[in-house]
């Protein structure tokens, strides 16, 4: 559990210390937000402020996670460095995208055939490593079955399960990208999800079936569940240090870099805690907001009108008039009662195993 402690707390200090650093870095060089001229017109006053804030809290979770290893003298699990890896590398196909964005100065960087090919190579190489690496009790980091609070059903057999991985990685990635549209909205939900995982990796330890403690037939088949609450806990105080900056008025964004390296991270986090229909609860903001965006498109293409003001969802509402912070503070509680229930229900599934 010491170690759950020392990489928060590492983190958030790296993160709260780095950031105005990289902010300064950032400002010298011209690394500048570009906004867009459709959107609220509240936003172009955000012109030029220093983007690519997702280094920061992508360098300070690395960090703090290896340090971590070596101040407690633990050996790194494979489920964590898989999270970790998931999180760095669509974090760097984001970082490509933004440095586009911002030497050409146009709103869209990277390709779209050449983004989802960066997001690809990275989702598959994930997906299919996180079948290898069996340990002495036959468990690999994922499990082809589906899970929700753990698995069930069907083995779904590893190239559907790559598919699935990839889709649930995309998702979420998206998800994230489309709710950072505000001053810290998307690092606020962020640290709850990160938040309610430490929390699941916690109790799946305590009730861990590579416990010799623990009785057969009430306990959770996960790989390295203590190590997923680490890295869980530096991602959580990553993005609080960071939110101290990203905060209205925002001192930095955290661009696609930040953005798709979240959404990896969630996905990874579901995905080897056997929780990957849980996430669609627990990050039920990013689900909400990525759902505006398909009714706003489906609707427009078959009727032709729109039925959002503007999509995302929470441009919407500041078209409607809602203040941005305002906006920002209500979504927040809409995703923490969503983290609420998505902890709840987790709990609920135990107790229903038991």
């Known amino acids: 559990m010491k170690q759950i402690l020392i990489s928060g707390v590492i983190s958030l200090f790296l993160s709260l210390v780095g950031t105005p650093l990289l902010i300064k870095l950032l400002a010298r060089k011209g690394y500048g937000q570009f906004i867009r001229d459709d959107g609220p017109k509240e936003h172009h006053s955000k012109r030029g402020t220093p983007t690519m804030g997702g280094i920061a809290f992508i360098l300070a979770t690395l960090v703090a996670y290896a340090v971590t290893k070596v101040i407690t003298s633990e050996r790194p699990t494979i489920s964590g460095l898989l999270v970790l890896f998931l999180f760095a590398g669509m974090g760097l196909v984001g970082f490509l995208d933004d440095y586009i964005k911002i030497v050409k100065q146009r709103s869209l960087g990277l390709r779209a055939k050449a983004k989802m090919s960066g997001q690809l190579i990275v989702g598959i190489t994930f997906a299919v490593l996180s079948l290898q690496f069996a340990d002495a009790r036959g468990q690999t980091p994922a499990s082809t079955k589906l899970s929700f609070t753990q698995d069930f059903g069907w083995k779904l057999g590893p190239v559907i399960f790559v598919v699935w991985a990839l889709f649930m990685i995309l998702a979420m990635s998206n998800g994230v990208n489309l709710t950072d549209g505000l001053d810290g909205l998307a690092t606020g939900a962020s640290v709850m999800v990160f938040a309610a995982y430490t929390v699941i990796g916690v109790w799946q330890y305590g009730q861990w079936c590579g416990n010799p403690l623990v009785a057969d037939g009430a306990c959770y088949e996960v790989r390295n569940p203590l190590d997923l ?79 959002f003001r503007m999509a995302p969802l929470q441009h919407h509402f500041e078209l409607k008039g809602w203040g941005e912070v305002l906006v920002v503070v209500r979504f927040w509680i809409i995703q923490g009662m969503c983290m609420a229930v998505g902890l709840g229900l987790f709990y609920a599934g135990w107790v229903a195993a038991k």
């Not at 953005?259 to 969630?266: K, V």
């Open 229 to 307: 609450a680490v890295v869980a806990a530096a991602l959580m105080g990553a993005c609080f240090g960071f939110l101290w900056w990203n905060t209205s008025p925002a001192k930095i964004f955290m661009g696609d870099t930040g953005s798709l390296a979240l959404g990896g991270a969630l996905a990874g986090l579901a995905i080897l805690s056997r929780t990957e229909l849980l996430i669609a609860i627990l990050g039920g903001l990013f689900v909400l907001i990525t759902m505006s965006v398909v009714i706003q498109v489906g609707s427009f293409r078959l009727t032709g009108k729109r039925v």
